[in-house]
Antibody
Framework: QLQLQESGPGLVRPSETLSLTCTVSGGSISTTNCYWGWIRQPPGKGLEWIGTVYYTGDTYYKPSLRSRVTISADTSTNQFSLFLTSVTAADTAVYYC???????????WGRGTTVTVSS | DIQMTQSPSSLSASVGDTVTITCRAG??????LNWYQHKPGQAPKVLIY???RLQGGVPSRFSGSGSGTIFTLTISPLQHEDIATYYCQQAYSSSSSTFGQGTRLEIK
């Protein structure tokens, strides 16, 4: 059974870089037509799609975050990562890693990890 | 970004009722529309993909319809465990996906 698990610091200082890793188990991130991505939910708000990566390294990002976000995949460790630079309090959220299936649905999610941006 | 607008933002209904949530896209997205259920403290769960296809394991009281710019999620009959926030998501633009703002469903 495919499982995803987020890991990384729960507290990030303003202006620094948020770094999260998603470890995939029970399946390979090299699976054809599966994309791997990040979604977040700020407190009291809805879901926000951040971006996705294909195992080949192709990436797609939310336009308003494109200047600050990088998502990368490591097939040797079966992990993918999120890097968000110059964070502010507005980046405080629960961050989910997830899989986009070949049918375009986000069908497998991690449990989510809370990241707080604060000094 | 393709804007996705859900209505209503919240609703209250009784067990056994039929509930309908609407999602409107800012441009035609064919049937590249998914619906999710999100309960507090849990990861979201896909209910419907491609506008009308039921995800495996999802109860048949959930159904979806629509194409182009207008889509609906129907729950019938409503059960107590359906208390959650529901989101639509467009998957038409492979380079940038977007969610609706969510519809919070409460039981009377």
């Amino acid at each position: 059974q495919l499982q995803l698990q987020e890991s990384g610091p729960g507290l990030v200082r303003p202006s620094e870089t948020l770094s999260l890793t998603c470890t995939v188990s029970g399946g390979s991130i090299s699976t054809t037509n599966c994309y791997w991505g990040w979604i977040r939910q700020p407190p009291g708000k809805g879901l926000e799609w951040i971006g996705t990566v294909y195992y080949t390294g192709d990436t797609y990002y939310k336009p308003s975050l494109r200047s600050r976000v990088t998502i990368s995949a490591d097939t040797s460790t079966n992990q993918f990562s999120l890097f968000l630079t110059s964070v502010t309090a507005a980046d405080t959220a629960v961050y989910y890693c997830a899989r986009r299936a070949p049918n375009y649905a986000i069908d497998v999610w991690g449990r989510g990890t809370t990241v707080t941006v604060s000094s | 970004d393709i804007q996705m607008t859900q209505s209503p933002s919240s609703l209250s209904a009784s067990v056994g009722d039929t509930v309908t949530i609407t999602c409107r896209a800012g441009q035609s997205i064919s049937t590249y529309l998914n619906w999710y259920q999100h309960k507090p403290g849990q990861a979201p769960k896909v209910l419907i993909y491609s506008a009308s296809r039921l995800q495996g394991g999802v109860p048949s009281r959930f159904s979806g319809s629509g194409s182009g710019t207008i889509f609906t999620l129907t729950i019938s009959p409503l059960q107590h465990e359906d208390i959650a926030t529901y989101y639509c998501q467009q998957a038409y633009s492979s380079s940038s996906s977007t969610f609706g703002q969510g519809t919070r469903l409460e039981i009377k």
